[in-house]
T-cell receptor, first 106, second 118 residues
Framework: AQRVTQPEKLLSVFKGAPVELKCNYS??????LFWYVQYSRQRLQLLLR?????SIKGFTADLNKGETSFHLKKPFAQEEDSAMYYC????????WGAGTKLIIKP | GAVVSQHPSRVICKSGTSVKIECRSL??????MFWYRQFPKQSLMLMAT?????????EQGVEKDKFLINHASLTLSTLTVASAHPEDSSFYIC??????????????FGPGTRLTVT
């Protein structure tokens, strides 16, 4: 079955600390993976996709097929990173993780 | 960048009335639009997928007679909640995927519509 798992509902770290939001997936085939972010009172927006191998707002995510993971990382968290983060997998429709609420404490 | 709008952003209606939500792709042609529902503190739940000019495909457990979807053009899809009840109160979000295809299945999201049924 195709599934995306985000094990942490809530992650709270201090400003300047490293951040890692975990995402594991279950998919038979070559998945396309995304991270979406929803800031308070704003629409859902794309943060990263694995095929681009880019860094957005200091965040990176590497697809690890052996561990079936796509963890989102940032070396130094900033207060403006506080938001809901969703990991998603697609083979046409998006399959969503449950989301992780990231709180950056000052 | 690709922009998707939704109207209205917020609607309050009485139980038993029907509510129509519009989703528009403003600067691209959307061959496929998706409708999601988001419950408080929960993830997005896909309700249905609509392709322009054809019937929508509903996810298991979603009543097609209750949530009527029309994708009449490449820039507009509508979701009508028929005879709404308080349990239909939720945040409804649409997304659109363009016709260019390619290797990416990126979807562009609307800002959402908050429906409250009293």
């Amino acid at each position: 079955a195709q599934r995306v798992t985000q094990p942490e509902k809530l992650l709270s770290v201090f400003k300047g600390a490293p951040v890692e939001l975990k995402c594991n997936y279950s998919y038979s085939g070559s998945p396309e993976l995304f991270w979406y972010v929803q800031y308070s009172r704003q629409r859902l927006q794309l943060l990263l996709r694995h095929i681009s191998r880019e860094s957005i707002k200091g965040f990176t995510a590497d697809l690890n097929k052996g561990e079936t993971s796509f963890h989102l990382k940032k070396p130094f968290a900033q207060e403006e990173d506080s938001a809901m983060y969703y990991c998603a997998l697609t083979n046409y429709q998006l399959i969503w993780g449950a989301g992780t609420k990231l709180i950056i404490k000052p | 960048g690709a922009v998707v709008s939704q109207h209205p952003s917020r609607v309050i209606c009485k139980s038993g009335t029907s509510v129509k939500i519009e989703c528009r792709s403003l600067d691209f042609q959307a061959t496929t639009m998706f409708w999601y529902r988001q419950f408080p503190k929960q993830s997005l739940m896909l309700m249905a997928t609509s392709n322009e000019g054809s019937k929508a495909t509903y996810e298991q457990g979603v009543e097609k007679d209750k949530f009527l979807i029309n994708h009449a053009s490449l820039t507009l899809s509508t979701l009508t909640v028929a005879s709404a009840h308080p349990e239909d109160s939720s945040f409804y979000i649409c997304s659109a995927r363009g016709a260019s295809g390619g290797l990416s299945y990126e979807q562009y999201f609307g800002p959402g519509t908050r429906l409250t049924v009293t």
